[in-house]
């Protein structure tokens, strides 16, 4: 088997698997409070409003969703391996840009792990993360969707282009 560590892109399998990801995680972002009711109510034992379940079987099978194409992900990026950054690029830029890639895989796994221990296992301390990690995501995120722009706009590089137009092709 070999083992290709530099790709000259993304496949079309990874293109896929992060925006589905990012979609999720937004939608997750964006309407994640509505879990709160039914979970306050369980929390109490008293019976949820059915819209209440509704809502919160959606905030919970989204974030399973993100767990599963996670892993996924995690291991056609271990098979298959990710394009370098753009050679030109500094050190301290290439080392942000991994940190900041591991912090965002570190939601794409911890969320959902965090949720279902406090959702199914009832470890309410983790609540408290889960929550606090929101503000977090939303500055991570923000700050790689904007480094993604500056790359394409201002740097004019192929780092956007690269995951949107999967090449497949290994680097030489
Ligand atoms: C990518 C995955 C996930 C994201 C981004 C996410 C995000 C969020 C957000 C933004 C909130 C509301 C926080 C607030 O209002 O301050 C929340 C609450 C909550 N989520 Fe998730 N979530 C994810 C996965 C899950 C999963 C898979 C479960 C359960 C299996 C879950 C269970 C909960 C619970 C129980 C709460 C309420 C916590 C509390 O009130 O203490 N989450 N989540
Ligand atoms: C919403 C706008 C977003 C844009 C414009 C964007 C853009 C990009 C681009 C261009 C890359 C490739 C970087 C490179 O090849 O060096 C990338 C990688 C990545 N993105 Fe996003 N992204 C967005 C949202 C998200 C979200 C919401 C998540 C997950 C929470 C996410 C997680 C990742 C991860 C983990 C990588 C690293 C891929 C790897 O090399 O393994 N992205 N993103």
Sequence with gaps: ?????EPAGYTGTQV????????????????????KPAYRAFSRATEPASDDIFNANIHVYVGLAVLVLGIWRIAV??????????????????RIGAAAHFLLYLFIFGMPITGALVWYFGVRALGEIHELAKPLIIIVVGLHAAAALWQ???????????????????AR
């Excluded at 370098?84 to 290439?94: D, I, Q, R, S």
């Excluded at 394409?152 to 290994?170: C, I, Q």
């Design 152 to 170: 394409h706009f201002y740097v004019k590089s192929d780092v956007l282009v690269r995951m949107v137009r999967p090449t497949g092709r290994r």
């Design 77 to 94: 990026r271990l098979s298959r391996g990710v394009p370098a950054p753009p050679p030109y690029e500094n050190f301290l830029l290439k």
């Design 16 to 35: 896929v698997l992060h925006w589905a990801i990012a979609a999720l995680v937004v939608l997750q972002l964006a309407v994640g409070e509505d879990i």
């Design 1 to 5: 088997m070999t083992v290709a560590i």
